[in-house]
């Protein structure tokens, strides 16, 4: 049943953080079931601008992980596109008390340029992958081809996790409190819907209600 969905790509909204991307890597592979649907997967890292200078490093963090953890043929099915969007223009437009987020033009580069898979996920640094995320997200959107999943999040109270704990077994991370969140940023749709609303909007270019604005057309 799963097999009727052909293609997923799994976009990281990324900026300039080689050592967290490398932990989500490390996440994703090894305490998540992403690797059960490998044949039919791709990763898309979606980086909002990370500054020219500092992309070499997120590049070796990449090459890295691959190489120290996947040597031999059957492990190189693994696909991870890396994808810089510019946004040195807009991040200019913004006044100089306030940060720019200009992730909704990341956003559209990996969905809309890129992607042309039958199914997305979008994740952001810091998220947790149970073990069974992939399998429960897919069978959901099997039932309902115009469902937007919205999966069980947590906040994690633990300092340390992206220190000492990022490479447990999720088992192991229940000695810490679980604060139950909302699931934005983490969503996952058929992408031909996200196509139909024309994508993100990229006016939202600070921190601002960039999900709810999407959800809401969705």
Known sequence: MINSIKSLDLILLYYDNPK????????????????????????????SGTPIENVENTLQVIDKFLSDNYEDEEDRKIKIIYARAET????????????ARPACHAYNMACLDISK??????SVIGHIFTPKYFEQTLLLHLQDEKAVVLPKRFDLDCND????????????????????????????????WIQEIGGWDENYITIAPVYMDIGSRL
């Open 20 to 47: 967290i991307l490398h932990n989500w890597l490390t996440r994703l592979f090894f305490y998540s079931d992403y690797l059960k649907f490998i044949d039919k997967a791709k990763i898309i890292i979606a980086d």
């Open 88 to 99: 040195e223009e807009i991040r200019r437009k913004v006044p100089d008390n306030m940060d």
């Open 117 to 122: 898979a039958d199914l997305i996920y979008i």
């Open 161 to 192: 996790y992206h220190e000492k704990y990022f490479d447990k077994p999720f088992k192991d991370l229940k000695q810490f409190r679980f604060n139950p969140s909302g699931g934005w940023p983490d969503m996952s749709v058929r992408r031909k």
